[in-house]
């Protein structure tokens, strides 16, 4: 199974890089026949081809299901967020701060809202926020916000589809608030990290969220692998493309 972390409307680069794995064509179809590909969440906002990032894995799921492969997505909170702005702009926080505003201070792009549709709310509301499977949790972030939506993988994406389908600002609002929390599995983690495991199954974490330089030695541009800690229960595959990284696609054995 490939692996992409966040990709932030960096679409030339995503493309780049799939080519290399000759998961993709020339031509931006599936190259992949059977094999599998995850996005990890974080397609838009920060980078200007945000939606360009969507519409790609959005025929991909369809071609690569046609090859035999298969090519599925989580929901990172950037998705949320542009949702957000697009159903509430004018909601305001309890320090009087709009969706939109907020949307804005995170990087959101202009030409991304305006082209926004209602298939691609459709679509964010149909994806997981959480995935298990080969004795694996894949989940966006690497926060502890997860335990309060659901016992269950099944519950949880339940929860987040409902707040993304029929909830209303308030919400969608705590929500997101929740998603400020950076590197809940990092330095006095692990606890939390077995915590997510008890619960919803596995024997490691795949996540994004949180770049990979955040917590190592190295510069973005140094980044060119995930970050394996913990002893190999936790996996961070957020390149950090955004912050100038070269990015990679990483491949779980």
Not at 38 to 55: H, K, M, Q
Not at 107 to 129: C, K, N, T
Not at 167 to 173: I, K, V, W
Request: hydrophobic share 40%.
């Amino acid at each position: 199974m490939y692996i992409v972390g966040d990709i932030h409307g960096q679409f030339d680069r995503l493309v780049e890089l799939l080519q290399a794995k000759e998961l993709l064509t020339p031509d931006l179809s599936w190259a992949g026949g059977e094999a599998e590909l995850l996005f990890i969440g974080d397609f838009v906002d920060r980078g200007t081809d945000g939606l360009r990032a969507v519409e790609l894995a959005m025929r991909l799921e369809r071609e690569a299901a046609s090859a035999g492969g298969r090519v599925m997505s989580l929901v990172g909170n950037h998705e949320l967020l542009m949702v957000a702005a697009y159903k509430f702009p004018a909601y305001q926080d309890e320090f009087g701060e709009t969706m939109l505003e907020s949307w804005q201070r995170n990087g959101g792009e202009p030409r991304d809202l305006v082209s926004l549709e209602p298939r691609h709310i459709d679509w964010f509301q149909s994806l997981p926020a959480m995935h298990l499977e080969r004795q694996t949790l894949f989940l966006h972030a690497d926060a502890e916000l997860y335990l309060d939506y659901g016992q269950t993988v099944e519950e949880v994406n339940a929860s987040f589809r409902r707040i993304l389908g029929d909830a209303g600002p308030d919400e969608l609002n705590k929500l997101l608030e929740a998603f400020s929390e950076h590197g809940g599995f990092e330095a006095g983690g692990r606890k939390l990290a077995r915590r997510y495991l008890q619960r919803f199954g596995g024997r490691r974490l795949v996540h994004g969220h949180t770049p990979v330089d955040k917590f190592s030695l190295l510069k973005p541009e140094q980044v060119r692998e995930a970050r394996s800690y913990h002893g190999g229960l936790c996996i961070n595959v957020d390149g950090g493309l955004y912050r100038g990284g070269p990015g990679f696609v990483f491949e779980l054995s």
